[in-house]
T-cell receptor, first 113, second 114 residues
Framework: GEDVEQSLFLSVREGDSSVINCTYT??????LYWYKQEPGAGLQLLTY?????DMKQDQRLTVLLNKKDKHLSLRIADTQTGDSAIYFC?????????????FGAGTRLAVHP | DTAVSQTPKYLVTQMGNDKSIKCEQN?????MYWYKQDSKKFLKIMFS???????INETVPNRFSPKSPDKAHLNLHINSLELGDSAVYFC?????????????FGQGTRLTVV
């Protein structure tokens, strides 16, 4: 099946680390993604990880992938108020010769002083 | 230059009307998509076109008819609008249907049916 689950809310203090977790179901996904949506805006690709990797670091962002448990996490170091947004995890199952993105419900990150 | 642009940004209309949302991408991508985001922020794919050919249709009511006059445009026409159609509709594009390394999204069209 195709299903992506993530917790809906996360509140952190400015300067702390944020960890957003996600579980997915489709093991055929070649890539797994994190998208960010700021209020009233479209989706912006934050980072992605290839399915044969278990970690990817990109400045303040660290993605961890546990393929056995189908668990994906996004860690944001030194979280800033500008990081307040909704973060979507997405898998990309490949079937019938095409890819499509299956999104989780989004985690709303609130950063407070 | 905006990579994926949609018009209009906001659309308020009455039940039963027919409306269209336009989307254009200037990235030279072969594949374009329509996604629907409901009031709970849940995003779901509706359609995908690859080089003007429909490749994904996720059991969307046939009141929704996508049209791709060329590979840079994917418009969404909705007939007989219903209250439940109120949502934000996102257009997106990717290099091709297989790589999907990155899908670029438009800013969204907020449709409100009253």
């Amino acid at each position: 099946g195709e299903d992506v689950e993530q917790s809906l809310f996360l509140s952190v203090r400015e300067g702390d680390s944020s960890v957003i977790n996600c579980t997915y179901t489709d093991s055929s996904s070649t890539y797994l993604y994190w998208y960010k949506q700021e209020p009233g805006a479209g989706l912006q690709l934050l980072t992605y990880i290839f399915s044969n990797m278990d970690m990817k670091q990109d400045q303040r962002l660290t993605v961890l992938l546990n393929k056995k448990d189908k668990h994906l996490s996004l860690r944001i170091a030194d979280t800033q108020t500008g990081d307040s947004a909704i973060y979507f995890c997405a898998e990309s199952p490949f079937s019938g010769g095409y890819n499509k993105l299956i999104f989780g419900a989004g985690t709303r990150l609130a950063v407070h002083p | 230059d905006t990579a994926v642009s949609q018009t209009p940004k906001y659309l308020v209309t009455q039940m039963g009307n027919d409306k269209s949302i336009k989307c254009e991408q200037n990235l030279g991508h072969d594949t374009m998509y329509w996604y629907k985001q409901d009031s709970k922020k849940f995003l779901k794919i509706m359609f995908s076109y690859n080089n003007k050919e429909l490749i994904i249709n996720e059991t969307v009511p046939n009141r929704f008819s996508p049209k791709s006059p060329d590979k840079a445009h994917l418009n969404l026409h909705i007939n007989s609008l219903e209250l439940g159609d109120s949502a934000v509709y996102f257009c997106a594009s990717s290099q091709d249907r297989q790589s999907n390394t990155e899908a670029f999204f438009g800013q969204g069209t907020r449709l409100t049916v009253v």
